[in-house]
T-cell receptor, first 112, second 114 residues
Framework: DSGVTQTPKHLITATGQRVTLRCSPR?????VYWYQQSLDQGLQFLIQYYNGEERAKGNILERFSAQQFPDLHSELNLSSLELGDSALYFC???????????FGSGTRLTVV | DQQVKQNSPSLSVQEGRISILNCDYTNSMFDYFLWYKKYPAEGPTFLIS?????DKNEDGRFTVFLNKSAKHLSLHIVPSQPGDSAVYFCAARVSGGSNYKLTFGKGTLLTVNP
């Protein structure tokens, strides 16, 4: 157990729908990162939150949004889902000064 | 524009031999490099890292070499064990501030045959 908890582990939904992925960071970590891993792709950075504030944005679609709550858990909202959104979505967390992340086990999203 | 490249999608080695995984980067601002290992159905786990002020870092069977002039790093695993079979991701970051974004390569699947 890495200490980073992601729910749900698997999600199957239809095109056009909206889903919410949840992440609880490791205790004490202020930063949360979301990454997407599609077939044959590496880990694509989506967005970072630091202590409730958006800190960096990557290749995140406008249909996607995220937030970090006062208790530091984070949610990634994916709307108007398309088949191409099917992927593994990883959350990671880090403490200030950390040079690496701790990843959760991911949420596998399948859009049908 | 892929700033971190792992040009070998897969690598197969015999148990006991050396595994060498390669990684190239294009962004000269990167100053910290990491390797992550990923088993199926699990998230990536941190393996080893190196700062740009060094050219080598060793941790047990794992050694990372950095060649800044060539913008190249490699991970050596000696001796390789079947349990090392996994996908290995190279990652890089630019230090400073509170943005700890890592840029990852696409990964190399290492298979260690008994």
């Amino acid at each position: 157990d890495s200490g980073v908890t992601q729910t749900p582990k698997h999600l199957i939904t239809a095109t056009g729908q909206r889903v919410t992925l949840r992440c609880s960071p490791r205790s004490g970590d202020l930063s949360v990162y979301w990454y997407q891993q599609s077939l044959d792709q590496g880990l694509q950075f989506l967005i970072q939150y630091y202590n409730g504030e958006e800190r960096a944005k990557g290749n995140i679609l406008e249909r996607f949004s995220a937030q970090q709550f006062p208790d530091l858990h984070s949610e990634l909202n994916l709307s108007s889902l398309e088949l191409g959104d099917s992927a593994l979505y990883f959350c990671a967390s880090s403490a200030s000064g950390d040079y690496g992340y701790t990843f959760g086990s991911g949420t596998r999203l399948t859009v049908v | 524009d892929q700033q971190v490249k792992q040009n070998s999608p897969s690598l197969s080695v015999q148990e006991g031999r050396i595994s060498i995984l390669n990684c190239d980067y294009t962004n000269s601002m990167f100053d910290y490099f990491l390797w992550y290992k990923k088993y199926p159905a699990e998230g990536p786990t941190f393996l080893i890292s190196i700062s740009s002020i060094k050219d080598k870092n060793e941790d047990g069977r794992f050694t990372v070499f950095l060649n800044k002039s060539a913008k190249h790093l490699s991970l050596h695993i000696v001796p390789s064990q079947p349990g090392d079979s996994a996908v290995y991701f190279c990652a890089a970051r630019v230090s400073g501030g509170s943005n700890y974004k890592l840029t990852f390569g696409k990964g190399t699947l290492l298979t260690v045959n008994p």
